[in-house]
């Protein structure tokens, strides 16, 4: 095992534990050993957040187990990593403006945050709507602040609907050609995300980063 790999496995190790000063305390060593922040989350936080989503599938976790790893792994992130990637993003000239939120009837935030700090340090303006998010909210923001693009996360099978009753709202309100949309959440795909018409699917933080570029020319 490579040392990087050693370091995601101990990140990895701590969320599963649900030991948040553990996840904190690796998290801020990974950095100073000069693993690039998003590696951290994607190999060390997502994946044991996948892991304890199996169990709790299975029945193995219960939701107080979710709660407890998602909190460690919202400490890792807050305190530690988000911070470092926008750290990053200092010198990057701004390229655009996105809004970006979790649909209404979802409080997953996680994948959104990450997302919104990737973009954030890859030179966007971002307003982050927070979680549950009702529909005349992002109509109303998308009018007023008039965006390049709109994100939207969704982590439920009951919720990726929403998205697609956003982008209804926005049609009926002569918005929709104003605002690139981009879609993203664990069960979102690309399949999905042309079927309601939006402009881009993001599977992580780096694609969606990759993406949003794309979307705005830059
Ligand atoms: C942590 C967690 C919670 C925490 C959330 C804490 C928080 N502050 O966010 C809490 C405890 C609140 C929770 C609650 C529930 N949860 Co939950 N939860 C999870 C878990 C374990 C991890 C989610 C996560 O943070 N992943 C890590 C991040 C980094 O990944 P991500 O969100 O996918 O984001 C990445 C990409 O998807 C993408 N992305 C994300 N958003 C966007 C947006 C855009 C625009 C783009 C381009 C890209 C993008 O980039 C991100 C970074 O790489 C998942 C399991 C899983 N496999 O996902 C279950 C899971 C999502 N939960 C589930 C369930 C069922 C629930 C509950 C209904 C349980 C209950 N009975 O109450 C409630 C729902 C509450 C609600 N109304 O929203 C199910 C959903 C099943 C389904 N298909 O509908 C899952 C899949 C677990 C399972 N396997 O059963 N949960």
Excluded: C
Excluded at 23 to 43: D, T
Excluded at 118 to 141: N, Y
Excluded at 163 to 187: N, S, W, Y
């Amino acid at each position: 095992m490579t040392r990087k790999e050693e370091v995601f496995e101990r990140v990895e190790k701590s969320i599963l534990d649900f030991d948040g000063d553990k996840a904190v305390e690796v998290a801020k060593e990974a950095i100073n050993s000069g693993v690039e922040p998003v590696e951290v989350i994607e190999r060390g936080v997502r994946k044991a957040l996948e892991t304890v989503g199996k169990k709790y599938e299975t029945g193995e976790l219960f939701i107080i187990h979710l709660a407890a790893a998602g909190e460690a792994a919202n400490r890792a992130i807050n305190e530690v990593l988000k911070p470092e990637i926008e750290k990053k993003g200092e010198e990057i000239h701004f390229t655009g403006k996105v809004l970006i939120g979790t649909v209404a009837g979802d409080i997953h935030e996680i994948g959104k945050t990450i997302v919104s700090a990737m973009l954030l340090a890859s030179g966007f303006e971002v307003t982050d709507l927070g979680k549950d998010v009702p529909i005349e909210t992002f109509v109303r923001e998308v009018k007023e602040q008039n965006p390049d693009i709109l994100g939207m996360s969704a982590l439920l099978s009951t919720t990726i609907p929403v998205q697609k009753d956003v982008i209804e709202a926005l049609q009926k309100e002569g918005l929709r050609d104003k605002v690139k949309v981009m879609v993203g959440g664990a069960p979102v795909t690309q399949e999905w995300a042309e079927e309601i018409g939006a402009d881009a699917y993001g599977v992580d933080a780096v694609d969606a980063m990759k993406k949003a570029r794309k979307l705005v020319g830059a």
